[in-house]
């Protein structure tokens, strides 16, 4: 495997050209009243707007990320973006963390010091892990493809590339979002490379075994199917434009920043567990570094467009297919989670934990309880000695 180390570095025509669109935003208008309820609300983008331009520091963000070892690797004739950052402990175990969409590798800014150096924030040095964190091919510092087939499969199979070129048989996965779908084909593909799997969300296409033969559905996993299409036709119609047509909206929001802007921070706050209040959620900074990203290497469109690649060839479950490795699920309050009697039709669930709080971005809203939970479900798997 070919890679090389790669650094943050945002030129200065970037920057200018950034400050040149903000200022020149055309802005549309809104009912009064209305705020969120419409989408993204007009009063807070101009506040955020006016945040990008006069209070928010690229460079510093630039410099506090690329204080992180990071690398390229070519995968599939992709060059992908990772984190890897070795652990401080007797024996780190290898684990790859798998973002998803609106974010980028860089999700897991919090939680990465907190896995690989568990005994400098009150925890066991034995618990430390080495740390993988790529970002999806079309997302953030990595590449976009230049041809279609880039959906979680594929990404699963370029996964288990990059470990192997890192030097890793065996490795545990940590997910949520797109990365949950990842590391789903992860452990149906590649058992033998998977010592166990942990999730803080179950992908809404995850179809297990139904139907003939099988157990009939409870009356938790009914409730959860109705209040997952309640949730889908409420707040579903981004999945179903950037699952069809990715491409159109990618026109608008590659060109305006404050459109993708509007775009990303709607999910942002809608997603998370900050009763409508954003802010209480996330920084400022950390809303518009997430934002930065996107806009300056323009992989909106091809974060898009994973949408369509994963409807083309989505993770659905036959009769009497099982994935054998180790499941553990850390499900957020405040997000769409099904039952775990739903996911253990297809999956071998081993620990279950409903967290005291977090959305969707769990992995940015509570980095240290779900630290805490990612070492609990890793330990007894330690003793299979993954690498």
């Avoid at 935003?25 to 993204?40: F, I, Q, V, Y």
């Avoid at 992908?203 to 309640?230: D, N």
Wanted: net charge negative; with cysteine.
């Amino acid at each position: 495997m070919h890679m090389k180390p790669f650094t943050i570095s945002v030129s200065d025509e970037q920057l200018d050209d950034l400050d040149r669109r903000l200022r020149h935003t055309r802005w549309p208008d809104s009912l009064p009243d209305m705020e969120w309820t419409d989408g993204a609300d007009l009063t807070f983008l101009r506040r955020l707007t006016q945040y990008w331009l006069t209070g928010f520091d690229w460079r510093a963000q630039e410099a506090r990320l690329n204080a992180f070892p990071q690398f390229v690797a070519d995968l599939d004739g992709v060059g992908i973006h990772f984190i890897h950052h070795r652990g401080t402990g007797p024996d780190p175990y290898p684990l790859v963390i798998t973002h998803g969409w609106p974010g980028t590798g860089f999700d897991m800014e919090q939680l990465i010091p907190l896995l690989t150096d568990p005994a400098s924030h009150g925890g066991d040095p034995a618990d430390a892990f080495d740390v993988v964190v790529p970002s999806l091919p079309g997302y953030g510092f990595s590449e976009r493809p230049t041809r279609p087939g880039f959906g979680p499969e594929r990404v699963s199979q370029m996964w288990t590339q990059l470990m192997t070129g890192l030097g890793y048989d065996r490795f545990g996965t940590q997910s949520s979002d797109w990365g949950a779908a990842v590391s789903m084909w992860l452990a149906s593909r590649f058992p033998e490379r998977v010592s166990g799997l942990h999730v803080n969300f179950i992908p809404g296409f995850y179809r297990p075994p139904l139907g003939e033969g099988q157990p009939s559905l409870t009356a938790e996993e009914k409730a959860f199917r109705e209040r997952a299409a309640a949730w889908f036709d409420a707040e579903g119609a981004y999945h179903r434009l950037q699952s069809t047509k990715p491409q159109t909206p990618a026109y608008g929001l590659t060109d305006s920043p404050v459109g993708l802007a509007a775009w990303i921070v709607e999910k942002m706050r809608n997603w998370s567990d900050c009763a409508g209040d954003v802010e209480r959620a996330f920084t400022m900074d950390a809303i518009l570094t997430n934002i930065s990203i996107y806009w300056f290497t323009g992989t909106i469109g091809s974060s898009m467009r994973f949408y369509r690649e994963n409807s083309l060839r989505p993770n659905h479950f036959e009769a009497g297919e099982r994935v054998l490795p180790p499941m553990g699920v850390a499900s957020f309050p405040a997000d769409t989670m099904p039952p775990r009697s739903w996911v253990e039709r297809a999956f071998h669930v081993t620990r279950w934990t409903t967290m005291p709080r977090g959305g969707h971005l769990g992995v940015m809203e509570a980095p240290g309880p779900l630290a805490e939970e990612i070492r609990t479900f890793f330990r007894p798997l330690r003793q299979q000695n993954p690498s």
